[in-house]
T-cell receptor, first 111, second 117 residues
């Protein structure tokens, strides 16, 4: 059974810092990995999707990498802003069980 | 383009009752999947549909059921509600025919917050 772990569970940093969120998964037989953000009381917003054949994806200040063989992904946020405060979720798609999500990293960017 | 719409946003039910939640996917999306989110378990997969057919089902009891209509709109039903069913229920749609497998990102609605008392 696929398990997804996100480290750290919570992170608080001053505005302007670059930061890295980590995601690991136990079964490397995945189709893709997605990063989402969730604001309080809201649904999930898709940030980046990395196909299993890709190594990384970039969108603006966000960069996500994927090392399928080692079961790891990182989300890099450059020049963090208070508006980046949210919970960041990593999810892997392995086929029959929908997406398997990690518990998320709760990020606070201090102004 | 309108996003995924879930109704109602909030529901309060008592134990033993049943509830139906509704989801309208993004126009053109034919795949719909449902997830339950709780503080303890996080996000857990319930089921997914494509073209009115249930493709996969998560590890939930038979009290949880769903369906998809010809216009891709979907409903999920929970019968004989238990206190532990209190959660945020999220619906997601995607363009691809296998929302969890292929290269189409999922687009989520804002969810239905169900409280069982």
């Amino acid at each position: 059974k696929q398990e997804v772990t996100q480290i750290p569970a919570a992170l608080s940093v001053p505005e302007g810092e670059n930061l890295v969120l980590n995601c690991s998964f136990t079964d490397s037989a995945i189709y893709n990995l997605q990063w989402f953000r969730q604001d309080p009381g809201k649904g999930l917003t898709s940030l980046l999707l990395i196909q299993s054949s890709q190594r990384e994806q970039t969108s603006g200040r966000l960069n996500a990498s994927l090392d399928k063989s080692s079961g790891r992904s990182t989300l890099y946020i450059a020049a963090s802003q208070p508006g980046d405060s949210a919970t960041y979720l990593c999810a892997v798609a392995g086929g029959a069980d929908g997406l398997t999500f990690g518990k998320g990293t709760h990020l606070i960017i201090q102004p | 383009k309108a996003g995924v719409t879930q109704t109602p946003r909030y529901l309060i039910k008592t134990r033993g009752q049943q509830v139906t939640l509704s989801c309208s996917p993004i126009s053109g999306h034919r795949s719909v999947s449902w997830y339950q989110q709780t503080p303890g378990q996080g996000l857990q997969f319930l089921f997914e549909y494509f073209s009115e057919t249930q493709r996969n089902k998560g590890n939930f009891p038979g009290r949880f059921s769903g369906r998809q209509f010809s216009n891709s709109r979907s409903e999920m039903n929970v019968s004989t509600l238990e206190l532990g069913d209190s959660a945020l229920y999220l619906c997601a749609s995607s363009w691809g025919d296998r929302p969890s497998s292929y290269n189409s990102p999922l687009h989520f609605g804002n969810g239905t917050r169900l409280t069982v008392t």
